[in-house]
């Protein structure tokens, strides 16, 4: 089922929740709602789901209105970033409430629901906990259950709220490589809420960027990171480095450096900002050309896949990130304290004075 | 290269003594001002009172709480109680529901009002169901005129119960239903329940015992109450007499031991009720 979202806002008294959100979910796609406490994802979430209605905008599910809808009308499987399990039933037992409390008329038989349940605990490998209660099981466990729950009633839509925020690390990462495989299996449509960035490239089909109520920017993993469409998206999906500087008609100047910018042919003469991220940070002990920035290494984290270091350029005194493997690092040998050379490759240079 | 250590001698330290206890002293000082406590306002009264009561021999008690006005207060106590409780108990669960699941205007109004019997005399109590109810109040003339008695009869005490035990099962299920949250009703709801089955079927199993609590409490103010069923009651023999008040009664007569006799009912109410209270509070703390 696709889901379009029309110009939805959610407005309260002190602040906006929403502010004028459009969006189209195709159907069988796994969209990630991405963005910083506060950006309006869980709204927006709850507002499809039918927990929550908009002030104004509609939502269509197929291209059916069903902003009015009840939620119970809309079929769609919520999953809770609490899991929200019903405390004193069992695991088979919360499985099943969904096909227990439809009407008589709907209700399958009690073979065929247990035998859909016990299909369903297989399917999220809890079929031998059938019998325990939420309390007797770990986070993990309790948040297959909530999905196996939310997937018996065959919902059209799979709508999770921060599904894997409560859980640690390790969990993190192997549940929602899980939920990943599932999506391929099942193709359900799926709108799923973090704020993590990691969770959301990894998962996603899609990633919508969201922030103080607005869509920053939609697009592929790739294409948001690659590509981010303005300052918010770029910091947001990543560690970032500022480099100031002036653009007038089509050249940047950053420092020492130039670059030509065709998109930037027109613009008058104004401040620009460029972004670059730590791994394009080139360091060298020699200076190759005059466009390098000296600076100084305050601090060097080196254990792990990859090497962090903090360094302060000599020149205005700004601190500066740069990553780089684990061999180039061995093979530089730095140390703290040296001083070295900086080529920023690959800038991405945006208008205005922005400061983050 | 060596360093030497000096090794200062502390007061050995009781054995048994951990960092957060209180030393031993001041724990038995404690615990013996509470049996104290309990003592001199529980056990001495108690057996006081059974002791009275048994005072002229088993017949005598037997046939004290057999009286036939003895025996219509208790059917009176209960009839209250049957009613007030269970009219309290709808009351209590819905206004936790409101109160705990939804915000709408008048909210802090409601849980105001709700705590309202706690805070005014039970005597007053009374006395606004006869300002309200009796012959020279408001609603006086209108009720002679349908010949619907409510003061000085049963309604009138069944009111007055009602309104004096009013917020025990509201107060005890709210922080209940709040700390609990609505993330398990919302779940059901977007798996397909409505509303009633959402209720029978999630919040209620989840809040049995603090309703259960409620409930004992709810009972046992009902069927204790004295100060607000003695304003509106009139005192009537036979009629109008709930077990509290008909031991007042033998009491100013000066008959002693059927007082007590029939306030050992109450009293074993009591012991009843804290039995139970115990058992309730122990399934509270084991089902969180």
């Known amino acids: ?356 | 290269m060596e360093i030497p250590v000096e090794l200062k001698h502390h007061k050995t330290i009781s054995a048994g003594h951990k960092g957060l206890t209180e030393p031993l002293l001041v724990r038995w000082l404690l615990t013996g001002v509470a049996l104290i406590f309990l003592s001199l306002f529980l056990f001495v009264p108690l057996t006081a009172l059974f002791t009275q009561a048994f005072e002229k021999g088993a017949g005598a008690y037997f046939a004290a709480i057999r009286e036939p006005d003895a025996l219509s207060a208790v059917r009176l106590t209960l009839l209250t109680a049957a009613i007030s409780v269970p009219l309290n108990l709808v009351f209590g669960v819905a206004a936790a529901w409101a109160i705990a699941k939804f915000q709408f205007p008048g909210k802090s109004l409601l849980i105001t009002l709700i705590d309202l019997p706690f805070s005014v005399s039970p005597v007053i109590s009374g006395l606004i169901y006869v300002l309200l109810f009796g012959l020279q109040g408001w609603l006086g003339p209108w009720l002679d005129l349908h010949d619907i008695k409510i003061i000085f009869a049963v309604p009138g005490i069944v009111l007055a119960t009602i309104f004096v035990t009013f917020p025990f099962i509201a107060r005890e299920l709210i922080p209940l239903m709040q700390a609990q949250g609505n993330d398990e009703e919302e779940a059901a709801l977007v798996l397909g329940a409505k509303g009633l089955q959402t209720f029978f079927r999630v919040t209620l199993p989840n809040i049995k015992w603090g309703l259960t609590y409620g409930v004992i409490l709810c009972n046992a103010r009902a069927m204790g109450e004295f100060g607000a069923v003695s304003v509106v009651s009139g005192h009537i023999r036979g009629f109008t007499n709930t077990i509290p008040l008909h031991v007042e009664i033998l009491y100013n007569e000066y008959n002693y031991a059927a007082a007590f006799a029939v306030a050992s009912l109450l009293a074993c109410l009591a012991l009843v009720t804290l039995v139970a209270k115990s058992i309730v509070e122990w399934k509270l703390k084991v089902s969180n």
């Open chain 1, 1 to 356: 089922m696709s889901i379009e979202i029309r110009s939805v806002s959610k407005l309260f008294a002190t602040f906006n929740a929403l502010i004028d959100v459009s969006l189209t979910v195709p159907s069988g796609e796994l969209v990630a709602l991405l963005g910083p406490s506060g950006s309006g994802k869980t709204t927006l979430l709850r507002i499809i789901a039918g927990l929550e209605s908009p002030d104004l905008g509609s939502i269509l599910f197929n291209g059916e209105e069903a902003t009015n809808r009840h939620v119970r009308e809309r079929q769609v499987g919520f999953v809770f970033q609490h899991y929200a399990l019903f405390r004193h039933m069992t695991v088979f037992d919360n499985v099943a409430f969904g096909l227990n409390v439809r009407p008589r008329k709907f209700r399958p038989s009690k073979a065929e629901i247990r035998e859909k349940v016990h299909g369903l605990l297989k399917l999220v490998q809890l079929d031998s906990l059938a019998g325990r209660y939420p309390a007797q099981l770990s986070g993990g466990q309790r948040q297959r259950v909530a999905l196996a729950r939310a997937l018996a009633v065959e919902p059209q839509v799979l709508l999770l709220d921060e599904p894997f925020g409560a859980l640690d690390a390790k969990v993190r990462v192997e549940l929602r490589r899980w939920l990943r495989r599932l999506h391929d299996e099942i193709h359900v449509t799926s709108v799923f809420v973090t704020h993590d960035q990691d969770e959301a490239l990894e998962v996603a089909d899609r990633v919508v960027v969201m922030n103080e109520g607005r869509i920053e920017q939609v697009g592929t993993p790739e294409e948001v990171y690659d590509r981010p469409a303005n300052p918010f998206v770029y910091n947001f999906l990543g560690n970032v480095n500022l480099f100031h500087g002036r653009v007038d008609k089509g050249e940047a100047r950053i420092g020492d450096i130039s670059i030509n910018l065709p998109e930037f042919e027109e613009t008058d003469a104004g401040p620009a900002v460029a972004y670059v991220r730590p791994y394009d940070i080139e360091i060298n002990r020699l200076r190759h050309s005059p466009e390098e920035i000296e600076a100084q290494i305050r601090f060097i984290q080196g254990a792990g896949a990859v090497a962090r270091l903090e360094l302060e350029r000599l020149d205005t005194l700004e601190m500066i990130e740069a990553e780089m493997t684990r061999e180039r690092y061995r093979e530089l040998g730095l140390v703290e304290g040296e001083k070295v050379f900086l080529r920023p490759r690959n800038m991405r240079v945006f208008l205005g004075d922005y400061n983050i």
